[in-house]
């Protein structure tokens, strides 16, 4: 069964650079056609699309954060990672990594999530 | 930017049948996807392609879509359905994935 954990410091102070990872065991990055895509959810808030990475390395950013979002994949270590630069604490969320089988597909698998929190 | 619409809330009686729809220009067009969240908890899928139900989701759970409006149909509502349900479509023309602001289901 594919499982995705995520990784990462659950304090970043503002105008620093949000790190997380996401592990994935079970199945491998680097075998079939799957996107690996990180979503976040605020406090009390719906659901924001964030950007995917292909197994390849190409990558889809949500518009409105596609300058601050950086999304790698590395395959030979089975985990992928999210970097989102220049944080406030709009920033502050519960952070998901997910799979879908394509870009148009639903995402069928999901990590369990994890809180940062922006403040200094 | 697409943009899908959701009522922030539903109520249902147990045993009676929710709908919650999502709205969205030419949705009929799109695939569109549902999760459910609980408190606490990830979002889970219950419906893909408009209609599809992943192994393990009961058949209460369906789907349709046409025109500009999607809609997820909980039958016989049981108190363990209460939960957030987000529909989710993937924009082509731009390239992202869009959700809906989500819609608190309420068993009363």
């Known amino acids: 069964q594919l499982q995705l954990q995520e990784s990462g410091p659950g304090l970043v102070r503002p105008s620093e650079t949000l790190s997380l990872t996401c592990t994935v065991s079970g199945g491998s990055i680097n075998t079939g056609t799957f996107y690996w895509g990180w979503i976040r959810q605020p406090p009390g808030k719906g659901l924001e699309w964030i950007g995917s990475?292909?197994?390849?390395?190409?990558?889809y950013y949500n518009p409105s954060l596609k300058t601050r979002v950086a999304i790698s994949v590395a395959t030979s270590k089975s985990h992928f990672s999210l970097n989102l630069s220049s944080v406030t604490a709009a920033d502050t969320a519960v952070y998901y990594c997910a799979r879908h089988q394509t870009l148009a597909a639903g995402l069928a698998y999901w990590g369990q999530g994890t809180l940062v929190t922006v403040s200094s | 930017s697409y943009v899908l619409t959701q009522p922030p809330s539903v109520s249902v009686a147990p045993g009676e049948t929710a709908k919650i729809n999502c709205g969205g220009n030419n949705i009929g067009s799109k695939s569109v996807h549902w999760y459910q969240q609980k408190p606490g908890q990830a979002p889970v899928l219950v419906i893909y392609?408009?209609?599809d139900r992943p192994s393990g989701i009961p058949d209460r759970f369906s789907g349709s879509n046409s025109g500009n409006t999607a809609t997820l149909t909980i039958s016989r509502v049981e108190a363990g359905d209460e939960a957030d349900y987000y529909c989710?479509?993937?924009?082509?023309?731009?390239?992202?994935?869009?959700f809906g602001g989500g819609t608190k289901l309420t068993v009363l």
């Open positions: 990475v292909y197994y390849t390395g190409s990558t």
């Open positions: 989710q479509v993937w924009d082509s023309s731009s390239d992202h994935v869009v």
């Open positions: 392609y408009d209609s």
